[in-house]
């Protein structure tokens, strides 16, 4: 028993420096869905610094969501996804330890695009 304490005890202060080490950042999350409420997952978000004209793309995982650490500044956002009309946010204020909550709604695109799977 002592040596399973032991292990866990030299385990934990491996981790601690790290988690000590990690700090909060700011940036910008959120979830993407259909007007109908639908998850879109594998959404583009491109990220734009308005300052720097940097950009930054991200895609939403398995369950819409996104999250990206930034560095303090103002933002311009764009969600794609195939099938949807793409949605801008304008103007986003970032600081360094918070996260803007920024979720999208995006609306079906009727314009000609098929898909195939479930005609």
Same mark, same amino acid.
């Given at each position: ?9 030299? #385990? ?29 997952? @594998? ?5 734009? @610094? ?30 794609? #996804?195939?099938?949807?009309? #793409? ?8 600081? #360094? ?23």
């Amino acid at each position: 028993m002592q040596p399973v304490v032991i292990t866990l005890l030299f #385990a934990l202060t491996l981790t601690l420096p790290i988690a000590a080490v990690q700090k909060p950042c700011g940036g910008i999350e959120g979830r993407i869905t259909s007007v109908e409420g639908v998850l879109i997952p @594998n959404t583009s978000i491109r990220i734009t @610094n308005r300052s720097t004209k940097q950009t930054t793309t991200v895609e939403s995982d398995a369950d819409a969501r996104y999250t990206i650490c930034l560095a303090p500044g103002r933002y311009d956002l764009q969600a794609r #996804a195939l099938g949807y009309k #793409a949605v801008r946010r304008k103007s986003i204020d970032v600081d #360094a330890t918070s996260k803007a909550v920024i979720d999208f709604v995006l609306k079906h695109d009727k314009s000609g695009w098929v898909d195939r799977e479930h005609p």
